[in-house]
């Protein structure tokens, strides 16, 4: 079975371009997850999905960031305009929300690394 | 916020038990206990999880307090390739993880 996919594996950019990161969840699972980490925030939660509507944005930093997930297969988040600041790891997880019961297990994708120049 | 206490870093010679503790004083009786590692550079990797019972599987043990107020995890046999970064965590079915600082685990030849 295929993990969370997550594409590009590295992006370089200028301030002030735009950036576009994506996600694969696993096949079946119903809840998505956008964290990033820092060497000073460590890992955090920017925004998550269940079944494709967003729950939780209270973790976005500002309106630069935003996201979306259009079905259940798929996901983005985007950075417009780019800062130096937003340099970071990026991981997307998935999870499977148990009905009536059960845990919720996290799974991570290998993360995109931004570089904001 | 991060409900867990864990030490900053530790050692453990490759072939040998590594020992990795955790205390969550204020857990709740729904909360269950995760343990996630985070190799450098990936994404973090689920290891096992635990309510009430100590739980086994193929990565590692997780033996948790009869009071659930500490746990450890256990790596049975320590290779080098489990240097990493472990993060425990106790959440709610549905709420957040968050994953706090860690220990850092140095797997020494």
């Known amino acids: 079975d295929a993990g969370v996919i997550q594409s590009p594996r590295h992006e370089v950019t200028e301030m002030g371009q735009e950036v576009t990161l994506r996600c694969k969840p696993i096949?079946?699972?119903?809840?998505l997850f956008w964290y990033r980490q820092t060497m000073m925030r460590g890992l955090e939660l920017l925004i998550y999905?269940?079944?494709?509507?967003?729950?939780?944005d209270s973790g976005m930093p500002e309106d630069r960031f935003s996201a979306k997930m259009p079905n259940a297969s798929f996901s983005t988040l985007k950075i417009q305009p780019s800062e130096p600041r937003d340099s970071a790891v990026y991981f997307c997880?998935?999870?499977?929300?148990?009905?009536?019961?059960?845990?919720?297990?996290?799974?991570f994708g290998p993360g995109t690394r931004l570089t904001v120049l | 916020d991060a409900k867990t206490t864990q030490p900053t870093s530790m050692d453990c010679a490759e072939g040998r038990a590594a020992n990795l503790p955790c205390n969550h004083s204020?857990?709740?009786?729904?909360?269950?206990v995760y343990w996630y590692r985070q190799i450098h550079s990936q994404g973090p990797q689920y290891i096992i999880h635990?309510?009430?019972n100590n739980e086994t599987n193929e990565m590692a043990s997780l033996i948790i307090t009869e009071d659930r107020k500490s746990s450890t995890l256990i790596l049975p046999h320590a290779t080098l390739r489990d240097t990493a970064v472990y993060y425990c965590?106790?959440?709610?079915?549905?709420?957040?993880?968050?994953f706090g600082t860690g220990t850092s685990l140095t797997v020494i030849p």
């Open positions: 997880a998935s999870s499977l929300n148990p009905l009536g019961g059960g845990t919720d297990t996290q799974y």
């Open positions: 096949s079946g699972h119903n809840s």
């Open positions: 999905f269940n079944n494709n509507v967003p729950i939780d």
């Open positions: 204020t857990i709740s009786g729904n909360e269950y």
């Open positions: 635990g309510l009430k």
């Open positions: 965590i106790v959440r709610v079915t549905g709420n957040q993880f968050y």
